[in-house]
């Protein structure tokens, strides 16, 4: 009897270990699965992606931000309501877009040179087209141009910390991250009281020293 007992015993032990064996490859399935769930949930404050292929995402109600679309897309655009569109990238926008109603802003930036002069020019542009329906902005990829201006437009319009937009900027799902330095150096540098101050006053940069200020005073003075 206890030579029974005593095998009763060790089969049991046996066939605990051999299901524990079996769990562990589905536990760790499990896990996987589930932090790939939790790491797939954005913020509902983020920009939130309506067509990943072109790189389009909903920042606002009546602002939208992508890469460079193609004629093919304009009819997604259009039903979207876009009214504006702003190309941050050095092509224009004339080969694909050709609706006569729709504003074409034109404002090519590079980030290692951008500087505040452009970040104005650029959020006064976009303030003063929402003023007349729903703005795109987009560069060619929708990433470190339209990404940067994206984060100051959180920043300034938005009240939004500078860490707040450099999250969203790495880790919204817009690619790019590898040639985001400049732009995420102008953003941490940034001057964000003198930028408001300068937008609010109609100036065209924060520095009396810059290039179009300078042009201005020269231009005030010539005409009569």
């Known amino acids: 009897m206890n030579g029974f007992l005593q095998s009763l015993r060790l089969t049991l ?82 080969q694909w877009l050709k609706d006569p109603r729709v504003v074409q802003v034109h404002l090519p930036l590079r980030t290692d040179r951008i500087d505040d002069a452009d970040v104005i020019e650029a959020l006064r542009s976009i303030r003063q087209a929402q003023s007349r329906g729903r703005v795109l902005i987009h560069c060619k990829h929708g990433q470190n141009r339209t990404g940067l201006m994206a984060a100051m437009y959180r920043v300034i319009y938005q009240n939004w910390s500078k860490e707040q937009a450099l999250a969203e900027m790495r880790g919204g799902g817009f690619g790019g991250q590898e040639r985001m330095a400049d732009a995420e150096r102008y ?10 101050l300068a937008l609010a006053s109609g100036a065209c940069s924060t520095s009396t020293w810059a290039l179009c200020a300078l042009r201005e005073r020269l231009l005030g003075m010539v005409e009569p």
């Open 187 to 196: 953003l941490r540098e940034a001057d964000i009281p003198a930028l408001r």
């Open 13 to 94: 032990a046996a066939l605990v270990f051999f299901a524990a064996l079996l769990a562990l490859p589905l536990s760790m399935a499990w896990g996987a699965t589930t932090a790939a769930v939790v790491q797939d949930v954005r913020p509902v404050h983020w920009a939130q992606p309506l067509d990943r292929r072109i790189n389009l995402y909903r920042m606002a109600p009546d602002l939208y931000r992508s890469a460079l679309p193609s004629a093919r897309d304009w009819p997604a655009l259009q039903a979207l309501g876009i009214a504006t569109v702003i190309n941050f990238y050095q092509r224009g926008d004339e």
